[in-house]
Nanobody
Framework: QVTLVESGGGSVEPGGSLRLSCKVS????????IGWFRQAPGKEREGVSA???????YYADFVKGRFTISRDIAENTVSLQMNGLKADATAFYSC??????????????????????WGQGTQVIVAS
């Protein structure tokens, strides 16, 4: 069983930075990819970024150039560095794992339905 635990959320002013981490434990060989998602109040969950076992990374258009996803294989951790945060980034952020092959195609790699295991999430607030 794969478990995921997020950390690093908090409050920051617009233009600031936060680094989220997702610690993966359990049968880690089963997880073929990790994605980050967010859900703002009154809105649907949306994909932010993902990294697959082949090392390829994916970003939603609204974070390209500002967010960077990375992984530490030895620590079983995937991090999301978020720079240039805007007020609309305020949301509950969760990481999730892809647990089956084949890997999601690029058109659905940031679709929550592709991910089978989810962490509890962490809150990010961007406000003056």
């Amino acid at each position: 069983q794969v478990t995921l635990v997020e950390s690093g959320g908090g409050s920051v002013e617009p233009g600031g930075s936060l680094r989220l981490s997702c610690k993966v434990s359990g049968f880690t060989r089963e997880h073929y990819g990790i994605g980050w998602f967010r859900q703002a109040p009154g809105k649907e969950r949306e994909g932010v970024s993902a990294i697959m076992i082949d090392g390829f990374t994916y970003y939603a258009d609204f974070v390209k150039g500002r967010f960077t996803i990375s992984r530490d294989i030895a620590e079983n951790t995937v991090s999301l560095q978020m720079n240039g945060l805007k007020a609309d980034a305020t949301a509950f952020y969760s990481c999730a794992a892809v647990l089956s092959r084949p890997l999601p195609p690029i058109v659905t790699v940031l679709n929550p339905a592709e991910y089978a295991a989810w962490g509890q999430g962490t809150q990010v607030i961007v406000a003056s």
